[in-house]
């Protein structure tokens, strides 16, 4: 039988996407100020961004 390899990159990229929608539909459950749902929206977004810009960085390094 063949092993089956599993793409591993994707697991954190859904289970972040998890937790995001989880955290967010919390706060919107609480009714908490719009304002501030926005500025955790921003946060998340800025570290997923620089977490992509990691993995562009570790995929190139690891390529040499």
Do not use: C, E, P, R
């Amino acid at each position: 039988m063949k092993h089956i390899k599993y793409n591993y990159i994707g697991i954190g990229f859904w289970s972040g996407a998890a937790i995001y929608s989880t955290i967010n539909m919390i706060m919107n459950l609480n009714q908490i100020i719009q304002s501030k749902i926005l500025n955790y929206n921003y946060i998340i977004t800025g570290v997923a961004i620089l977490g992509l810009i990691l993995n562009i960085i570790l995929i190139k390094h690891k390529k040499k």
